[in-house]
């Protein structure tokens, strides 16, 4: 099965062939580009996530209940013990 299939939208006649060199050099950067893309997106997750347990573990140092501490991070999950804790 060839890589490329195209179709002459007028005569309906279609041609199937392989990836010339230009299109193959921009599937690559295609991929090295989603690579980056997701290796960012993780990083600012982790960094995310890395400001939220500073936050709450600051707020638990000043004093602040559970209870508390719930409804001002309604969102965060609090890690299990031994789970890469870091509160």
Do not use: C, W
Request: aromatic share 6%; proline share 3%.
């Amino acid at each position: 099965m060839a890589d490329v299939l195209e179709v002459n939208a007028i005569t309906g006649e279609s041609v199937e062939r392989g990836f010339n060199n230009a299109e193959k050099a921009q599937r690559a950067q295609d991929r090295k580009d989603q690579e980056l893309a997701q290796e960012a997106k993780e990083a600012q997750e982790a960094a995310d996530r890395a400001a939220s347990d500073a936050a709450y573990a600051h707020a638990k140092s000043l004093g602040f209940t559970d209870d508390m501490l719930r409804i001002m991070f309604p969102n965060y999950v609090i890690p299990k013990p031994g789970k890469n804790a870091t509160v």
